[in-house]
Structures are given as structure tokens and as C-alpha cells.
């Protein structure tokens, strides 16, 4: 599986913009998707991760409210709208696929994803 993540930009604080991720290849198997960042001298933060069926979402704390995780199955691409975007949310964005069956609790977990996109740049800044 290839997953191509694009979207990012230079957007002004509570601004808004849309990720989309592209997954490619043998995608029959991909049970779900999500999105993590990392900023500048951090480590790698869950973002957000939806199953491919069904409507499990899970977001972490700091973007609920703000930013939804949608998916578009008969396209094989998951989106990130991110609305109200603050300095805190520069980073660069990336995709993520798993196989696995859900385990609710390990969706945050990086190792839980078995395949990882190259990651698109969000910068909030006025």
C-alpha cells in the first residue's frame, strides 16, 4: 500500500485547510486510516483515525471540535479538515493505514499502522 498525502500550505491563524490522502496499491486489506503530525523538535502526535467501515473516528484531544476526519472509500482517499488552525497545529502531516481489526486503544499507537505517507507541510502563521 502507498499512501500519498497532500493539501498543506501556509495558512493564517483560524484558517482552515483540507488534507486528502491518497491510498494506492493493494488496498483491499486496509481496515483503517488516520493521520498523525510532528512539529519542530517533537515527536510524532496522533492526530485522528477513522475505520474504512462503519463511523469510528477517534481524535485526540486538542483538535476535537476543530478538525473531522472523513474518507472517500469508492476513491481510496481519507481527508483531515482542519478548521480554526493555531500556531500549535504547524507540523508536518501524515497519513497512516493499518490492516489490523480495530482495537479502539491502539488507534493513537503508531505502531499499530503497518503503512506510512511521506508527510505534507501545515504551517499556521500570520
Known amino acids: 500500500v502507498q499512501l500519498q498525502a497532500s493539501g498543506g500550505g501556509l495558512v493564517q491563524p483560524g484558517g482552515s485547510l483540507r488534507l486528502s490522502c491518497y491510498a494506492s496499491?493493494?488496498?483491499?486489506?486496509?481496515?483503517?486510516m488516520g493521520w498523525f503530525r510532528q512539529a519542530p523538535g517533537k515527536e510524532r502526535e496522533f492526530v485522528a483515525a477513522m475505520r474504512l467501515s462503519g463511523s469510528t473516528t477517534r481524535y485526540t484531544d486538542s483538535v476535537k471540535g476543530r478538525f473531522t476526519v472523513s474518507r472517500n472509500n469508492d476513491r481510496n482517499t481519507l481527508f483531515l479538515q482542519m478548521n480554526g488552525l493555531t500556531t500549535e497545529d504547524t507540523a508536518v502531516y501524515f497519513c497512516?493505514?493499518?490492516?489490523?481489526?480495530?482495537?479502539?486503544?491502539?488507534?493513537?499507537?503508531?505502531?499499530?499502522?503497518?503503512?506510512w505517507g511521506q508527510g505534507t507541510q501545515v504551517t499556521v502563521s500570520s
Open positions: 497512516a493505514a493499518t490492516t489490523k481489526g480495530l482495537i479502539h486503544s491502539s488507534l493513537p499507537d503508531g505502531t499499530y499502522y503497518d503503512y
Open positions: 496499491g493493494r488496498t483491499d486489506g486496509t481496515r483503517t
